[in-house]
Each structure stands twice: as structure tokens, then as C-alpha cells.
């Protein structure tokens, strides 16, 4: 089984669309992040939630909405793409309180936006 | 503010000699380090972390790290390179209750030359 997985891998989509991308978690971790991952690497938070309520929002345009249903799960939407939105996206997890927390990534989703 | 640096996007390195991958991070409080690799197209995986205790401190795949606090670096290496260590390597940093707020370094990635 796999800890983390992302749903879809690829997403080749048009300049002006919509897309989701989710993401679940069976560790039984209680925080989940996105990621940014830009073309030279660069690895940027967007957001995380613990227990379901958010506490880290970055500086990120309010086109991106995070939703979490519950604690092992955590989606992405993503309105009105633009060209800058092509990136790999990861989802990630770890436990909080009281613990070293490493975070435990998921494979990425490739988003292309034409 | 907390950050990371990692000089140099491109390390090569011949088969069978020293990797070393070099990680220097500013925070304001004792730290947690990590080390994680990314192999192409995948999820980033840890290789090790250093959280308290011993400041050397062995992961998989036969890295090890040295966390030196006078000169704030917690450098990767390996004695022997082998061609499936190539990947990108990144050093990130959190600080302890702070809710897992992950800094990363900007790579580099690793050649391994046969």
C-alpha cells in the first residue's frame, strides 16, 4: 500500500481551465501539505493542514484552494490556470506535536498548462 | 528566518570516489535537519535526519551527516559513490514546535560518473 498518493500523475490542460488534484495518506499522520515544485527544482509550501484546519497558507494566489474532508485526505483545486501553474505538485504528510516529523511525500503530479 | 543553502545546482562526482553534497542553514533556535533524496520523477524520500544526540549521524544507502553547530552545516556524505546514487539531494531544516514549517534547499543534483 501506498503511504501517500496523488491523483492524477499528469495533467496537461489549457491555459483558462479548472483542475483537482487529491491526495490521501494511511499513516495515520495528522498534517498534510502541497508543494511546489518549480522547473529548476525549487521546493515551495503552499499549504498545510492538521486535523483538518489550516495553518500554514503561503503566498499563493487565491485561484489555488486546498480542501481537507478529513485528516487523511487533502485535495487541491486549482481555478483559471495560467502558464506559471506548470509545476510538479506534491503532497506530503507527517505527524506534529512532539515528534522530529519528518514529511512523507507523495510521487508528484506533473501539471502542464498550454 | 530560517533558510537553507546549498551551493551549486550540478555535483559530479566518478564512480567509486567521496561524495560530498555541503548544507549550511540559519535558524534562530536549535534546529531539526534533514536530508532527502529525489530520484527522477518520484517523490522525495529522507535519507537521514538529525534531531538531537550524536551530531553524526548515519541514514540509508551508506550517507551520513555531521551536524556542527559553530559552523552551522550538516554536510552529506557517502565514501563511495555508485551510479544508482544519482538523484537530487536536498537539505531542509525545521525548527522544533513550530508546527513542522519545512525550509529546503534548492538541490544540487548528482552526477555519477562511470
Known amino acids: 500500500d501506498t503511504a501517500v498518493s496523488q491523483t492524477p500523475k499528469y495533467l496537461v490542460t489549457q491555459m483558462g481551465n479548472d483542475k483537482s488534484i487529491k491526495c490521501e495518506q494511511n499513516?495515520?499522520?495528522?498534517?498534510m501539505y502541497w508543494y511546489k515544485q518549480d522547473s529548476k527544482k525549487f521546493l515551495k509550501i503552499m499549504f498545510s493542514?492538521?486535523?483538518?484546519?489550516?495553518?500554514i497558507n503561503e503566498t499563493v494566489p487565491n485561484r489555488f484552494s486546498p480542501k481537507s474532508p478529513d485528516k487523511a485526505h487533502l485535495n487541491l483545486h486549482i481555478n483559471s490556470l495560467e502558464l506559471g501553474d506548470s509545476a510538479v505538485y506534491f503532497c506530503?504528510?507527517?505527524?506534529?506535536?512532539?515528534?522530529?516529523?519528518?514529511?512523507?511525500f507523495g510521487e508528484g503530479s506533473r501539471l502542464t498548462v498550454l | 528566518a530560517q533558510s537553507v543553502t546549498q551551493l551549486g545546482s550540478h555535483v559530479s562526482v566518478s564512480e567509486g570516489a567521496l561524495v560530498l553534497l555541503r548544507c549550511n542553514y540559519s535558524?534562530?533556535?536549535?534546529?531539526?535537519l534533514f536530508w532527502y533524496v529525489q530520484y527522477p520523477n518520484q517523490g522525495l524520500q529522507l535519507l537521514l535526519k538529525?534531531?538531537?544526540?550524536?551530531?553524526l549521524v548515519k541514514g540509508i544507502n551508506g550517507f551520513e551527516a555531521e551536524f556542527k553547530k559553530s559552523e552551522t552545516s550538516f554536510h552529506l556524505t557517502k565514501p563511495s559513490a555508485h551510479m544508482s546514487d544519482a538523484a537530487e539531494y536536498f537539505c531542509?531544516?525545521?525548527?522544533?514546535?513550530?508546527?513542522?514549517?519545512?525550509?529546503f534547499g534548492t538541490g544540487p543534483s548528482l552526477t555519477v560518473i562511470p
Open positions: 506530503a504528510s507527517s505527524t506534529r506535536a512532539g515528534s522530529t516529523g519528518e514529511l512523507f
Open positions: 499513516l495515520g499522520h495528522d498534517t
Open positions: 493542514y492538521n486535523n483538518k484546519e489550516l495553518i
Open positions: 535558524s534562530s533556535v536549535p534546529p531539526y
Open positions: 538529525y534531531t538531537t544526540g550524536a551530531t
Open positions: 531542509a531544516v525545521t525548527l522544533r514546535g513550530t508546527g513542522n514549517q519545512f525550509y
